[in-house]
DNA sequence: TGTGAAATATAACGCTA
DNA sequence: TAGCGTTATATTTCACA
């Protein structure tokens, strides 16, 4: 399986995807001119080629009750390659983590998290990030927005 | 529209969703031992709520061309309101910005970018950050890895 | 690219607890 | 009020011409 070859369409598609991936074929279709199978052809080669690997449902964090977001920054005390996918490791799967970025630079991990209030917010940094050893030292920044961006395929 | 009861169902289906939102309604309903018809409704009610706010294909970057992925922390010289919301607009229509956060301290944003290679990412730094006026300082770092977390809804 | 058959989704309905 | 099962209608999906 070599580098997939996108054309103008392909990036078109992936584009309208990525944005609103609810659009029915027959729309999406008639949005780039397409025929309907051929738009559907499409769309299964580009999920074949794992160029989309799945969909998901965005969720408004602060109706769900998570209304406080924040962006923590970690870093060890540690490196050995065990710590450091360990760490990783129990960071992603902590609840309330949305994103977990390993990173180069001073700090190692930077997490990107909702909770209800501020007083959650510290106690996931208690249980969940400082209680391990091998972090040395956390820092915590308040999101007051996220926005999505252009994305790569703005051009 | 008051503050919606979400019960332990509507959690189930969320969290779903969130991962996969390509599951048909069908084996949706399957596997939470709904009725086809009650779980459609579900659904929609969330959609409804803005709960779900929508769908979107998520998309290999690597496989796209852009493999390289930065943390760019931005701090301005003057904090007006129309200095930060001019340049937050022009931050997330850039192209190569997969998101974009408004942050508390130091930094004024941090932007998650997916750029081709080395020399794209320098030049993305200078042609859409730097030359901003109101930008005073960048900090760019490497992504070696990024990973969805668990989530809000895993407890 | 177009077509047609099978599968699926949608929305409305009445019934039940 | 929420769930269920059943309809009829619209739409999607897929294999094939």
């Keep these: 399986m070599g580098k997939p070859q996108l054309d103008q369409v392909d990036r078109l598609l992936l584009g309208t995807l990525s944005t609103d ?25 580009l999920r074949e080629a794992g160029i989309i690997t799945g969909t998901r449902a965005q969720l408004d964090l602060a109706l769900l009750g998570y209304p406080l977001q924040a962006i923590i920054m970690v870093r060890l005390g540690s490196h050995t390659m065990t710590n ?16 977990a970025f390993h990173v180069a630079g ?7 998290v909702a909770v209800e209030n501020a007083e959650a917010l510290r106690d996931f940094v208690l249980q969940h990030v400082t209680s391990h050893r091998v972090v040395r030292q956390t820092e915590t ?15």
Tied chains: 1, 2.
């Design 84 to 99: 450091v996918n360990q760490l990783y490791d129990a960071l992603v799967s902590a609840p309330g983590v949305i994103q």
């Design 106 to 112: 001073a700090d190692d991990f930077y997490l990107h």
């Design 141 to 155: 920044h308040l999101v007051f927005e996220v926005r999505g961006g252009a994305g790569v395929l703005a051009t």
């Design 21 to 45: 991936a609810d659009v029915s074929n027959k729309t999406l279709a008639a949005r780039l001119g397409l025929a309907e199978s051929t738009c559907a052809y499409r769309v299964r080669a």
